[in-house]
């Protein structure tokens, strides 16, 4: 049973500016020059509570994760950051266009707690492992912070939209936040504080299974801290943000990989061995290879690949085996066992960088910034539930929900 509260988050007031100049995109998609920018348009911003700058003079009194504690407290004090006075669940709308087709959709969720809850439950299911580092980092900054200033990703099947329904009568009254992020997405919440409302969506979602989109590390992070600290009541419940599966506006973007660094640059050798397991084929350019995967082919398992001294581009193809995921052929079949990329040197990000579009990865080939490009088709949301619901895990990176959750929108702190 999927547990679901309203909550009274803390909220950016009018004194703190433009929402547009303090929200941030998730600390983990924040790169060293996203970190300038954002610390640049205010002195609120809250790259500064999660993301912040470490200095060379930190030391266990004074540190990038004080330092975040001190902000956030410091904003309460000013009236900058202010606690909502009713308990409320938020509809969350996220306008947008997608980068690769240029549609303009529309993707509807909502926020509030979910109960952090044991994988063994069978509640909270995952799709991807996590790694010791960031868990490590979030760890200490919840330690000392006490405070989610982000939300948890979660999916959830609901064919008849029976919630989507109540989120779309919250949209007729005006909206709580309004912003524009840097990608231009438009971000719009509308607060749910109605009773009746607040009953009928929790109602709804106590038979649901919930599957983690984005924020693994986040989810276990919070679980750890809680059954670490149970006599925090609040501990018990992470801020999450909940989509329906089933409504549309939900997509997934393709994470190509390219790799570079290898000892041995040969590959004939590299298609004689794939070509063991995989059908051939050439293509003139990687248009050519794009305009091919515009139309989906579920029934097979389709990898381009595009490698240094060469303007072609090659397919991959066979018939897609039940359960079988393109995304763990590649691992297994092409990156291990033709290229002798193992799971440990993934891990130790050895040899393989993750790349967003078709275009980015075939010029890192082109510009001799890279030995390999291999070119994946998007997941589908139904092959990621599936091996989420039946206790399978990903490979790391074999996801791109888009776009991503703003942080700020709503800080949910531990207080009691």
């Known amino acids: 049973m999927a547990q679901i509260s309203p909550f009274q988050p803390y909220r950016y007031t009018e004194s703190a500016g433009r929402l547009d100049d303090l929200a941030t995109q998730p600390y983990d998609k924040i790169s060293p020059e996203m970190q300038k920018t954002y610390l640049a348009k205010s002195p609120y911003n809250l790259v500064r509570v999660i993301l ?57 969720g909502f926020i509030g707690l979910g109960a952090v809850e044991e994988y063994s439950a069978g509640v909270v299911h995952r799709h991807e492992q996590t790694l010791s580092g960031p868990k490590k980092d979030r760890r200490q900054l919840l330690e000392v912070s006490r405070a989610h200033a982000g939300q948890i990703f979660m999916i959830y099947s609901d064919p008849e939209c029976r919630v989507d329904s109540l989120l779309d009568e919250a949209a007729h009254q005006a909206p709580a936040v309004v912003v524009t992020d840097e990608y231009g997405t438009k971000h719009e919440l509308h607060r749910i504080d109605d009773p009746v409302k607040l009953a009928a969506i929790r109602e709804s979602m106590a038979d649901k299974k919930l599957m983690i989109a984005d924020g693994h590390h986040r989810y276990e992070t919070a679980l750890n801290f809680g059954n670490e600290h149970p006599e925090l009541e609040d501990a018990k419940w992470v801020m999450m943000t909940f989509v329906n599966m089933s409504a549309p506006g939900l997509r997934i973007l393709a994470t190509h990989r390219v790799v570079n660094g290898l000892d041995s640059f040969e590959p004939e050798t590299f298609f004689k061995k794939a070509g063991t397991r995989f059908s051939l084929s050439k293509f003139d350019t990687v248009d050519a290879l794009a305009q091919l995967f515009e139309q989906p082919a579920l029934d097979k398992i389709r990898i381009g690949v595009v490698h240094a001294g060469t303007e072609v581009a090659w397919l991959l193809e066979r018939d897609r085996e039940e359960g079988g995921l393109d995304v763990e052929i590649l691992h297994s079949e092409l990156l291990e066992g033709a290229l002798g990329i193992d799971a440990e040197a993934v891990r130790e990000q050895k040899f393989l960088k993750y790349v967003r579009g078709i275009d980015v990865a075939a010029d890192l080939v082109a510009d001799g910034k890279a030995q390999y490009a291999f070119l994946l088709e998007a997941t589908t949301v139904e092959q990621v539930s599936s091996c989420a619901f039946n206790g399978r895990c990903m490979p790391q990176k074999s996801t791109d929900f888009y776009p991503k959750l703003l942080s700020g929108l709503a800080i949910y702190r531990l207080e009691k």
């Open 52 to 108: 912040g700058e470490r200095l060379d003079s930190d030391n266990d009194a004074d540190n990038v994760y004080t330092r975040a504690a001190k902000h956030l407290e410091e904003w309460i004090g000013a009236g900058v950051v202010a606690k909502e006075s009713e308990p409320s669940l938020y509809a969350y709308f996220q306008e947008f266009t997608h980068p690769e087709t240029g549609e303009r959709l529309t993707r509807k």
